[in-house]
Each structure stands twice: as C-alpha cells, then as structure tokens.
C-alpha cells in the first residue's frame, strides 16, 4: 500500500487531521511537532491559545531489536512543557 515509511506516515498524519478538521475548524488547532520511526508516529497538536504555553518540546526515537531486526521494534516518544507540567507520550512497539 505505501511505497515507504515516510509516504505512511505522512498518510497517517494527513488522516489524524482531516479527521480532527471534521469536528473542529482548522483555525483551532496546530501541529505542534511530530516524529516517526518505521510505521509508529507520534503528533503534537495543540489548540491555538495553549500552543503559546507550550515550551521545550522534544522528540526522540529509539531502535530495537538484533542486528537482522533493527527498526523493527522501538519507540517513538514526544515530551514538552505547559506551563510548570512536563508531558511525557510514547508510543512503541516491543
């Protein structure tokens, strides 16, 4: 179906918003940031008054698996800051 990962998860992402965008104006929400590995994504949105008190936000991924199988198991993990709360969500595969 997808000729790569990037295509799939830009499929993804274009998916989660036009699915948001059915119940919410495009003008209420932003994507803040975002990262994916190898069929896991992970989105950052946030609504236009809470976007301005977001800060220090961070992506990271992590590969595991043997030498034969790397990137097939692993996480992909967003953090950030509101206000004087930090936010950790990971989405992994193991």
């Given at each position: ?16 918003l036009k699915n948001l965008y059915n119940y ?9 940031s975002q990262t994916d590995m190898h069929g ?53 595969h193991l």
């Amino acid at each position: 179906m997808f000729t790569s990962n990037r295509n799939e998860a830009e499929f993804i992402k274009q998916t989660v918003l036009k699915n948001l965008y059915n119940y919410a104006s495009k003008e209420q929400f932003q994507l803040v940031s975002q990262t994916d590995m190898h069929g896991l994504i992970i989105l950052l949105l946030a609504k236009r008054g809470i976007q301005i008190r977001l800060f220090d936000v961070s992506t990271s991924n992590i590969r595991a698996g043997g030498k034969d199988k790397s990137g097939m198991k692993g996480a992909v993990m967003i953090r950030f800051q509101l206000e004087d709360t930090t936010f950790v969500f990971v989405n992994n595969h193991l």
